[in-house]
């Protein structure tokens, strides 16, 4: 007998997948010696900008501290990061995007653009446009629940 559809678990099943299809041609795409943790952290400051403390940035991508540590100090020894003392705290650091990490995500980018304009050319904008309101209330809703 087949199992009754469970529209919840197909969806979550669909992302689990897009996830792991997007991580992997990411990492495909990126220049050398760039992982998609490290693109990540780097596109999350460009997108925020300012200074973050390795368990903000944790809590943010959800890791434990010392797999954001290790990033970050892949990161620094890349030069693109500069991990501090944080001046209001001195047990504490301080977490900043350097001009050459910003470079290196700007690098990363330029990379991924044929692999993007292939997305884009496959699906069109009203598609995207339909799929984004169900997306970020479920995104909102996982955020608030976690």
Do not use: C
Request: glycine content about 8%.
């Amino acid at each position: 007998m087949a199992a009754r559809s469970r529209p919840d678990v197909e969806v979550l099943t669909e992302i689990g997948i897009i996830a792991q299809l997007s991580n992997a041609a990411l990492e495909r795409s990126l220049p050398a010696g760039m992982s998609a943790a490290q693109f990540g952290v780097l596109t999350h400051f460009m997108r925020r900008g300012g200074a973050e403390s390795p368990a903000q940035l944790a809590s943010a991508f959800q890791v434990t501290k010392g797999a954001m540590t290790n990033t970050l100090q892949r990161l620094e020894a890349q030069g693109f990061v500069a991990i501090e003392g944080d001046a209001a705290d001195g047990r504490k650091k301080k977490v900043s995007l350097t001009t050459a990490g910003a470079k290196a995500y700007e690098a990363g980018l330029q990379s991924l653009r044929p692999r993007m304009e292939g997305f884009r050319e496959a699906f069109t904008d009203a598609e995207f446009a339909a799929a984004l309101p169900f997306l970020t209330a479920l995104r909102k809703w996982m955020d608030e629940n976690r």
